[in-house]
Every structure is written in structure tokens, then in C-alpha cells.
């Protein structure tokens, strides 16, 4: 699966002005996507809705989805006042079938009479998933490309990816937290999150998912560890022999940088780990709920998304 834009980010903050105010047109658009060669598609993105006021519900699936002049409509998702759900984005999704060309557009529509409350929209992605060419894996070394940690239970998962050309023996690797930024003197204290050494290989653009040994959400292949139990606040990182070659969170610092929620790498970083936790390189999706585990949390998991394109207006 190839990320065709990059994630755009169109959030307003409460008192500015929205992508569509209440009892207006939604017509938000994206050109100029070079697509060509795809014939199927994934859209994900977020959406909130106004809805202060007693009484006032919303359907997040107003808001319809064409690309290409493919128009989808997105699982119903009812959200209301009653329930405190104002300004609180969800995750949407669609497939489209449709012809991908190096001009695609993709548009967010909506008719007045579905726009009484007033949306937001964010984080808007565009995935190619049959056809086109994929990059070819031109990457350094083995780097962290998602991390959950769950609202509820034991589901908590960290995802390696290897961006090289060359399969890699993971006997040489491990998975290490600093507990609560703890430090002896000025010396970081780091324990293994696996109770025995990785083995097997990762082949070229491929992942290994491990998983806490009670996490039950995500039904795909993962390598059980049984010492996998960070809860937020404690930095994560992945070593080559004893030498630190990529970091979630900041060590030797108690702070809750990763707790209820799914931090994934941005598709741009293909290459090379980074011993200094940068948040710009992460996309965070916050999980409020078991059923966001169950759902968001582990939607990601499996795969990681290259950027090939970055052209659109």
C-alpha cells in the first residue's frame, strides 16, 4: 500500500473558522495527484462535527468522498451533544475503484441540508493499493514504524520495518524501554522488552509486529514478548548489538509522550532511524475507547506506508 499524498492537516481550533460552516456547501478539493497506474484506493481521514448546542446530532458520513468523480460514502457514524462528541474527530474510510491518473483530484462534498451543525476535516491520506510501482526500499538500517499503546488491557504493539534492499537477521537486534526515565548517576537504565533473543530474518520493505503477550486486538503474525509492558511515559528503543540506533519518546525523562494512543512514522521517513525522538516524524491518533483499540488502534499494524508523492495544491 503506497501513500499518494502526503497527510494534510486542516484542523481548526475552536473560535476560528472551519472547513464548512453549519448550513453551507462542503466542497474541499485536492489536484494535481499523480496516481497514474492505481485502479483502487483507500481514503482515510478525520472528521469532527459543532454539534454544542441540546439536541444537535450529526452524520459524519455527510461528507462524501469523490475521487476521480467516484463518489463514496463512508460507514455512518452518528455522533450528538447528549454525548459530548463536539470537536471530537473520528477516523473515516472509504475504497474507491476507480482510474488513477497524474491529475487525479479527490474532493469532500456535502449538500446544505446535510450541513446543520458545521464539520471539520483532518488529516486527509490517499492510498494507492492496486496497480501502480511501489518504490524500491532504499533505506540504512532497521527503524520503529508504529507503536500502540491501548486505552484498556495489555494491547500494546511495536512495529520494526526494514526500508533496505537486503533481508536482515534480527538475532543482532532488540527491543529496550527506559522505565519512568529512570537513571543511575547519568546513565540511562534500559531493560529488554522480550525475554529471549529475536530471531528469523526481515525481508526488504517488510515489518515484524511484537506484541505484548496478552494483546488480542490485531489477528495478524506478531512475536509474543512477555516483558512488553510500557505504559506511556516510558521511552522505547530499538538496538543494534548495545548500540541505540532509533528512539520513541525521550530518555532519561518521565513524560507521556505515548499513553492511549497509536503513534505512527510518517510515510516521508523511508530511509534511516533517529536517536533523537523528533515528533515530527510521527502521526498520533489518540484512543479514547476499547472499541478505538479494536479498531484505529491496530489498523495501521502489518504494513508500512511509503510516500512516492508529495504533489498536490
Not at 517488510?206 to 514478548?225: D, I, L, R, S
Not at 509492558?229 to 543494534?240: C, E, M, R, T, V
Request: charged share 20%; glycine share 8%.
Amino acid at each position: 500500500m503506497l501513500l499518494l499524498i502526503r497527510p494534510r492537516f486542516f484542523r481548526c481550533t475552536y473560535g476560528e473558522s472551519c472547513l464548512a460552516t453549519k448550513n453551507s456547501e462542503v466542497n474541499f478539493s485536492i489536484s494535481n495527484i499523480k496516481a497514474s497506474g492505481y485502479s483502487k484506493f483507500i481514503v482515510a481521514y478525520e472528521v469532527a462535527a459543532n454539534v454544542y448546542n441540546a439536541g444537535e446530532t450529526a452524520d459524519l458520513s455527510a461528507i462524501k468522498v469523490v475521487l476521480n468523480d467516484k463518489e463514496v460514502v463512508a460507514a455512518s457514524k452518528v455522533v450528538s451533544a447528549a454525548n459530548k462528541e463536539a470537536n471530537i474527530f473520528y477516523s473515516m474510510q472509504v475504497e474507491v475503484e476507480v482510474t488513477g491518473t497524474d491529475a487525479s483530484t479527490l474532493k469532500f462534498v456535502a449538500d446544505v441540508a446535510d450541513n446543520t451543525v458545521g464539520f471539520r476535516l483532518y488529516n486527509i491520506r490517499l492510498y494507492g493499493v492496486e496497480g501502480g510501482t511501489a518504490p524500491e526500499p532504499s533505506g540504512s538500517e532497521l527503524f520503529i514504524s508504529e507503536y500502540v499503546e491501548s486505552f484498556k488491557g495489555n494491547n500494546k504493539y511495536v512495529e520494526i520495518y526494514n526500508p533496505t534492499s537486503e533481508s536482515i537477521d534480527l538475532s543482532g537486534y532488540s527491543l529496550k524501554m527506559n522505565t519512568n526515565g529512570k537513571k543511575e548517576g547519568e546513565e540511562i537504565v534500559w531493560t529488554s522488552l522480550h525475554n529471549k533473543a529475536f530471531t528469523g530474518t526481515i525481508e526488504p520493505g517488510h515489518v515484524v509486529v511484537f506484541a505484548n503477550n496478552q494483546a488480542v486486538n490485531y489477528a495478524g503474525e506478531v512475536v509474543k514478548c512477555s516483558a512488553m509492558a510500557f505504559n506511556g511515559d516510558d521511552a522505547i528503543g530499538l538496538f543494534k548489538g548495545e548500540t541505540l540506533i532509533d528512539l520513541m519518546g525521550t530518555q532519561g525523562v518521565q513524560e507521556k509522550f505515548g499513553e492511549n494512543v497509536v503513534l505512527r512514522r510518517v510515510a516521508t521517513v523511508t530511509s534511516s532511524p533517529n536517536t533523537t525522538y523528533t515528533l515530527a516524524e510521527w502521526h498520533e491518533v489518540k484512543l479514547t475507547s476499547a472499541e478505538d483499540d479494536a479498531s484505529v488502534g491496530i489498523s495501521g499494524l502489518g504494513s508500512h506506508t511509503w510516500s512516492k508523492f508529495d504533489t498536490y495544491k
